[in-house]
């Protein structure tokens, strides 16, 4: 079982519409999770991050997680053509205090 | 605030050769992470420096080294290039440490002949 693992996709939501992206991670014991968005040919930039159980909103997006699940997703509300990009899941396992990413979700809005 | 920045942007090597690529943190920020990325890997941690010390290290072969200076810039060492090191490799840095929100470089895009 790999450390993170996301659904690779690709994901394909009208624009409008609510994008829901998950991701589920190995350690228990991790503490910190983060999701980042990355275009084609960019480095990956900080979308959110959540440390608590339960939901933190920020504009259109919003983190979830549930530590006795171990899994932690990104809503999109009213996703536009410029939310299109691969979004990646990244969590600090405390085995090891390491930084693992998920492979990506690659997520298309159409217009 | 300036972002951080790596240089160079692109190079090309042929294998057996050594590479160097550098990075410059945002100010204040004291950790250093490393990743190389594929796209059938995606994005593996390489190493983490945090006050001139390596903190973390993932799993790579010691043909892949860094180190840290006093001003947290970072510089990372690939020696005996193989075709299979081409990659982006991007750096990241951080406050005090990957358990905080990390904010990445362009990247420098690295091929192997």
């Known amino acids: 079982?790999?450390?993170?693992?996301?659904?690779s996709g690709p994901l394909s939501v009208p624009e409008g519409a609510i994008a829901s992206l998950n991701c589920t991670y190995s350690d228990r014991g991790s503490q910190s999770f983060f999701w980042y968005r990355q275009y084609s040919g960019k480095s990956p930039e900080l979308i959110m991050f959540i440390y608590s159980n339960g939901d933190k909103e920020d504009g259109r997006f919003t983190a979830q997680l549930n530590k006795a699940s171990q899994y932690v997703s990104l809503l999109i509300r009213d996703s536009q053509p410029s939310d299109s990009a691969t979004y990646l899941c990244a969590v600090n396992l405390q085995l090891g205090n390491q930084f693992y990413f998920g492979t990506g979700t690659s997520l298309t809005v159409i217009p | 605030k300036a972002g951080v920045t790596q240089t160079p942007r692109y190079l090309i090597k042929t294998r057996g050769q050594q590479v160097t690529l550098s990075c410059s943190p945002i100010s204040g920020h004291r950790s250093v992470s490393w990743y190389q990325q594929t796209p059938g890997q995606g994005l593996q941690f390489l190493f983490?420096?945090?006050?001139?010390?390596?903190?973390?290290?993932?799993?790579f072969p010691g043909r892949f080294?860094?180190?840290q200076f006093s001003n947290s810039r970072s510089e990372m060492n690939v020696s005996t290039l193989e075709l299979g090191d081409s990659a982006l490799?991007?750096?990241?840095?951080?406050l005090q440490g990957s358990y905080n929100e990390q904010f990445f470089g362009p990247g420098t895009r690295l091929t192997v002949l």
């Open chain 2, 89 to 94: 490799y991007l750096c990241a840095s951080s």
């Open chain 2, 65 to 67: 080294s860094g180190r």
């Open chain 2, 48 to 59: 983490e420096y945090f006050s001139e010390t390596q903190r973390n290290k993932g799993n």
């Open chain 1, 1 to 7: 079982q790999k450390e993170v693992e996301q659904n």
